[in-house]
């Protein structure tokens, strides 16, 4: 089995949304190493996560961390392939480090960000377009369509089970990023919106 499109799974908080996604063949999981934000991972309960894991990719995920920072973290958490943040600069200086990267924008500053598209593409960094409006207009589209056809775009917004399936068929984007959640309590989930978005991803053999 696998999905029609590439996906990410932000902010992993627990091992039941961890399984669950792996499960249904996502490409990675993101995990917050970033101390004080609310869905912070320590080593230990990376460890204890991921050691139920196996064949999918780990990311870890910073916000305005420096690239000394970012370095000095990863050392704590083995097995991460994928370095994502909000600090662009960062990324270019962690970029020896031979993982990929995902550069994390805000749909609201794309428009001043668009004369350094190019830039991304030299530096073989993906961009991961967010936004706090949840909803994908008519406009967003043609623009997501637009951007696809120019850079590695992982969308992180907008994604419904009613227009996955529509989406994932978007020429050039290389997939969708997707919120974890928390669990109700320990073991327990409700899978209700991400479980449909999987589901009508998943290919039909």
Known sequence: ????TKVKINRITNLT??????????DILGFSFEEGTPNYISPTQFQ????????????????DSDAYTIEK????????????STNLDALIQLKSLGKGLIYRLDYQAIESFLPQLAFLND??????????????SI????????????????????????NASSLATIPGLVGFALDGGDEIKPGLRDFDQLGSILENLELVD
């Open 1 to 4: 089995m696998a999905l029609k």
């Open 17 to 26: 949304d961890a399984r669950y996604c792996s499960g249904m063949y996502v």
């Open 48 to 63: 204890e996560i991921t050691g139920w894991l196996a064949g999918i990719d780990f990311a870890a995920e910073f916000t």
């Open 73 to 84: 973290r990863l050392a704590d958490y083995p097995g991460i392939s994928w370095i994502e």
């Open 123 to 136: 530096h073989q960094i993906t961009l991961h377009l967010t936004s706090i409006d949840k909803l994908l």
């Open 139 to 162: 406009d967003n589209k043609d623009f997501i369509l637009e951007l696809s056809n120019k850079i590695n775009l992982l969308l992180g917004y907008g994604i419904t089970p009613e």
